[in-house]
């Protein structure tokens, strides 16, 4: 059987960014996290926080470490796989994801180096700004990316002249039709994320009746947040459903299973999607609920997928089951944000086993949502690598064989399964320590003084010389 070099390259694509994403989605919101921890401690001195502050920040500096590693692999696959595309887009692409680095990464790297290693070599104001500073620069990096990102979604502010791509409007180009709505969604999915992963640490914690006190005040911080941030993510969803729609109906319909154009159309809560006779088997839905939430009317007209040939459409069984598998995880978040409201009388959010035992299972829900999210996006995109403009099968680097891309495929797995299994291990053992313990009062009043300087010491046998 002859391998398929388009195929490959993109499961391969594929694997490299779904295993970047996650980093990123998280450390984003912990980053923010960090600095408010770095802020109260600032502004009342209590040292709680600051235990706080320096646990996560451990936490952040792993996976920040393997995100770069993850993400610096990346753009070598636009030239080794995707050298057309890359040569075609590189007048707007190039300077785009150069700016990432130049606005984002270098201010990320320095002040995460004084975050570090600067505590109580500073002042603590400069700690804090720090802290800022790094938390400002996870959201640069992401504004950069997701407006590439979005611009080969929704292609904006260029004309191409002898198959390239030439910028004929930066604002447009940058700020692209998708663009905003990507990126407040992708942003609370960052604070999400984050506050999942903390609520969920600090359950642990509280079950094991490890630092009792300072894993409350976070679980308590983080649950606020989530009560927000969960039901603005669904109104933003929402908006992100209805932007998509107006520029890729394909991938709405594909999302919906719709395969013919019509009115008062059900939302399927189940369906086996068949592309190859374009229908779905075994459909459970309810009536006209999808033309409900897309048109805001009982019978608005949803597109279907039968509007364009074929090989346009994208594979609708990933697309379709991949977005229920998102929603129905955003749903649950949304149950347990709402659940910690109503757990607060008496405390009760710290203590239910039940509750603090879910929270746990929840931490690693936001990471499947963004995976879920992605495959979306981007398997939704197909066959297109620019929207309506460039195919997979034109952007592949004309002489890549299979051969060559199941190769590299098969080395990244390798690679990255290395440097997954060294951040877990490392992971682990931060968790395993915990915060540092927090020092004892009444010790460090009778701890000895430093011995004095010579200087000083000769100048005190003086004094009792003379005396």
Partial sequence: MELDPILLSRIQFAFVVSFHAIFPVFTIGLASYIAVLEGLFYKTGNKDWERLSKFWLQVFAVVFGMG????IVMSFQFGTNWSNFSYATANFLGPVLSYEVLTAFFLEAAFLGVLLFGRDKVPQGVHFFSAMMVAI???ISSFWILSANSWMHTPAGVEIREGLFYVTSWSEAIFNPSFWVRFFHMGLASFLTGGFVVAGVSAWYLLCKRDVEIHKKALSMTLWLLLFIAPAQVVMGDIHGLNTLEHQ???VAA???????????????????????????????????????LKHDWDGEVPGLNEVPVEEQPVVGIVFWAFRIMVAVGMLMVVFAVAGLFMRKGGRYATSPWFLNGLRLMAVTPFIAVLAGWLVTETGRAPW????VMTHAEGVTPSLTGGMALFTLIGYILVYSLVFAAGIYYLMRVLRVGAEPEADKKDHLQRPKRPLSGADAAWEEGVENHE
């Avoid at 019509?262 to 459970?284: C, M, W, Y």
């Avoid at 690598?385 to 309506?388: I, N, Q, S, T």
């Fill in 68 to 71: 770069v590693v993850s993400g």
């Fill in 137 to 139: 620069g996870t959201f």
């Fill in 249 to 251: 109906p394909m991938k």
């Fill in 255 to 293: 999302m919906e299973g719709n395969w013919e154009t019509s009115r008062g159309v059900p939302l399927l809560l189940f369906a086996i999607p068949d592309k190859e006779n374009q229908t779905n088997h075994f459909e459970v839905g309810i009536p006209k609920l999808a033309s409900l939430i």
């Fill in 385 to 388: 690598l620019v929207y309506e």
